[in-house]
């Protein structure tokens, strides 16, 4: 049995991963992989996804040039979501911030504690309950 | 318009959420929110999911305690996934174990640097290519 069989792809043949970093901990970017992209991020320790917009496989950084180097590759414990450690070369984002999650939304339970603030303070009391 | 407005929900009324341990970084779980559990999270700080198997609204520890306090919402640059950071009451994983992600999968190209080492050692040697 090869390794990715104990992954539970779902009806498209894709899993979540996200990407975090091996260093300090954040959170980069969420994408996802089929079986392909999980066997060549293992085989090479360079980060492959598989591409939903252009249904292809990607690897993180073919064009960009900012890939990631994967130090370990977890599963979780049902098997359908996978955890991707990596050394990231540049910015994971498109929009070159380091990582995808840089917007924070507020609400009246959660206040903003990090993050760029502006995008989500003061739309809590618009929340509709 | 509503904070959630900002959310892109999938053909499923879903959006993956990851949940991140606000003090030390650690990926606790993945599971999924439609717009119901990210309102709900957002207005009371607690960490609100939708539950798949059951198809329902599932505030995390309903029954097993194991509560999440939600510091910040975080959605990334597309609006598809979101980050819940949180400071946990109890284990996120139904094993008992802190976090979902306790499993390494191990290639040629990826080592096995933390984790419970069993689970992937061994197994890269298997891997097809």
Redesign the interface.
């Known amino acids: 049995?090869?390794?990715?069989e104990?992954?539970r792809f779902d009806e498209k043949g894709l899993v979540?991963v996200?990407a975090?970093d091996?260093e300090?901990?954040?959170?980069l970017?969420?994408a996802y992989a089929d079986r392909e992209a999980?066997?060549r991020?293992?085989?090479?320790?360079?980060a492959h996804y598989y591409s939903r917009s252009r249904g292809e496989l990607w690897r993180k950084g073919q064009t960009s040039g900012n890939t990631q180097r994967?130090?370990?590759?977890?599963?979780?414990?049902?098997g359908d979501?996978?955890?991707y450690?990596v050394e990231p070369r540049g910015p994971a984002?498109?929009?070159g911030?380091r990582t995808?999650?840089?917007?924070?939304?507020?609400?009246?339970?959660?206040?903003?504690?990090?993050?760029r603030g502006e995008d989500?303070v003061g739309?809590?009391a618009?929340?509709?309950?």
């Open positions: 049995m090869g390794v990715t104990r992954v979540p996200v975090q091996a300090d901990g954040a959170v970017m969420v999980v066997e991020t293992l085989a090479t320790g360079e994967v130090v370990e590759v977890r599963v979780d414990c049902d979501t996978l955890l450690l984002c498109h929009t911030e995808c999650f840089f917007a924070t939304l507020a609400g009246e339970g959660v206040g903003v504690s990090a993050g989500g739309l809590g618009m929340l509709e309950r």
